[in-house]
């Protein structure tokens, strides 16, 4: 596997997203001191044969912990900010993002783009122990949804099921959630520590994985929620994101504060479970931990990035 690296001096990157137009593009979330303190930077980076340039970067008054880009507009992102906004941003445009919104009162610490055809949402989790769901203009929330008992890290929405989205949070568990009942449909006590990332499969709407800081992956079918079908060993650290392949339904890439990245082939039964059959670990060659990962979409080959 073939490893490319950009350096941003000063900056730890929080999230990275491939383009869902452009297969050589990649948006990186970034901050300062850890996202601790400082401001923030959105990087837009283009993959060549001999590594990663820079498109675009923008500046922000407060850290960036997530980003995702429009399933509408191929030069639109929106990110996730430390001072509890969501920005629109634009490639296009050199300076100042296109919207701003505010309305969570602390971090927001992720944003996802819906995926489902007709369907054009926004969905963001904070600290505040709320989630919020927008139209692409960012104009007042459509609807704040409230259950989550600890900061929320993680909103993704399902890619079968229009107006239907899993978050998992600091609480220690997953919940599924329903914009046009605005309630939360399901919730599971998936591990006893704090979540940090969730993702759906791309080939089974019942299937979704949780990364925790107990070092485990969880794998739960959304009909049978009494224990996961597998809990995945081997992280030595918190698991900061996950994500499945959008190639392989067996395939699960995670990535960790141990200083790697998993990739996990699951073998599917009749009986509907999942099991570990075989591993690959990728080493990060930086020796910084690692807080992204995203596959990318365009291609037969099980690529992935992380920051």
Known sequence: MTVKVFRSPARHGYAVEVSPYIPSRVACAASQYYGIAGCGTLLVLDQTETGLTLVRSWEWGDGLFDVAWSEGNEHVLVAGGGDGSLQLWDTANHSAPLRVAKEHTQEVYAVDWSQTRGESLIVSGSWDQTVKVWDPALSPSLTTLRGHEGVIYSTIWSPHIPGCFASASGDGTLRIWDVKGAVCRLAIPAHKAEILSCDWCKYDQNVVATGSVDCT???????????????????????????????????????????????????????????????????????????????????????????
């Open 217 to 307: 992956v969880c794998v739960w079918d959304l009909r049978n929620i009494r224990q996961p079908v597998n809990q995945l060993l081997g992280h030595t650290y918190a698991i900061r994101r996950l994500k499945f392949s959008p190639f392989d339904k067996t395939v699960l890439a995670s990535c960790s504060y141990d200083f790697t990245v998993s990739f996990v082939c699951l073998r599917i039964f009749k009986r509907g479970s999942l099991q570990l059959s075989a591993g690959r670990t990728l080493g990060a060659l930086t020796g910084e931990q690692a807080c992204g990962t995203h596959f990318v979409p365009h291609h037969s080959v099980k690529a992935a990035l992380q920051v």
